[in-house]
């Protein structure tokens, strides 16, 4: 369902076995050799996500993406998944984006778990311009996610993500600002077993 140009919000895209599946790497990696960490920003501010970069390390003190984690342990980013890459691909040609993804910024949210308002600004410059998108999955508890304009002045949308739902944002939407206001706790299928959510936001770093 498209809700701007360039934006789409896919409802209960997977399946809850897909999701159970999709949980348990997510668990695995956040917690695995290169585990996930609460990045502290330019400004000096802890965010309010644990994070994982796969495929591409984005670094959080210069927004730029590198191999290793030159911000927190120097660790290499693991690599993509195989089944991740599938999924958002998939998703991409569902929502009619060109799309070779290359890098995914998985994020935990617990209850207290947040982002500020942002720009997806810090892929490839052709990238960018070509208007290739970013896939989002969630997974887990329901997210009130905010969709806003060009500028930052612009109104918001607010919208909830639930587990299962991909929402994609390419071509004139690409650069719109956008973050998560609050966490719902405990709206997690019980299936899931999870308490908090899963992110993953799949992009393609170049052409
Ligand atoms: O958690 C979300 O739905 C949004 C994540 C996000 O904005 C990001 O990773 O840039």
Same mark, same amino acid.
């Given at each position: ?5 360039g934006?789409s &919000?896919?409802p209960?895209?997977l399946?809850i076995? &897909?999701?159970r599946a !999709?949980?348990?790497?997510?668990r695995a990696?956040i ?5 996930a960490y609460v990045?502290?920003?330019?400004g000096?501010?802890?965010m309010h996500?644990?994070? !994982?970069?796969l495929?591409?390390h984005?670094?959080g003190?210069t927004?730029?993406y590198?191999?290793t984690?030159a911000d927190y342990d120097n660790?290499? *980013?693991?690599?993509l998944p ?5 999924v958002?691909r998939a998703?991409?040609r ?7 993804p290359?890098l995914?910024?998985?994020n ?8 500020? !308002? &942002?720009?997806?600004k810090?892929?490839s410059?052709?990238s960018?311009? *070509?208007?290739l ?6 997974l887990g508890?329901t997210?009130?996610?905010l969709?806003g304009?060009?500028k930052r ?6 919208r909830l993500?639930?587990?299962g739902d991909?929402?994609v ?7 719109r600002? &956008?973050?998560?206001s ?5 709206s997690?299928p019980?299936?899931l077993?999870?308490?908090?959510r899963?992110? !993953?936001?799949?992009r393609?770093?170049?052409?």
């Open positions: 369902m498209e809700i701007a140009p934006a &919000h896919l209960r895209y399946s076995e &897909h999701q !999709l949980v348990e790497q997510c990696l917690d695995g050799p290169v585990p990045p502290v920003v330019r000096g501010g802890r996500v644990r994070m !994982l970069c495929g591409r984005w670094n003190k927004y730029a590198e191999a984690r660790l290499p *980013a693991p690599p195989d089944a991740f890459r599938t958002a998703i991409a569902d929502a009619g984006m060109p799309f070779e290359d995914c910024i998985l935990f949210y617990d209850a207290d778990g947040r982002m500020g !308002l &942002h720009q997806d810090d892929e410059t052709r960018l311009a *070509a208007g998108p970013v896939v989002s999955v969630s508890d997210a009130r996610f969709f304009g060009l002045r612009e109104p918001v949308e607010s993500l639930e587990s991909a929402f944002f390419g071509g004139p939407a690409r650069l600002f &956008h973050g998560v609050r966490i719902i706790p405990g997690a019980p299936e077993e999870l308490t908090g899963f992110n !993953l936001t799949f393609q770093y170049d052409l």
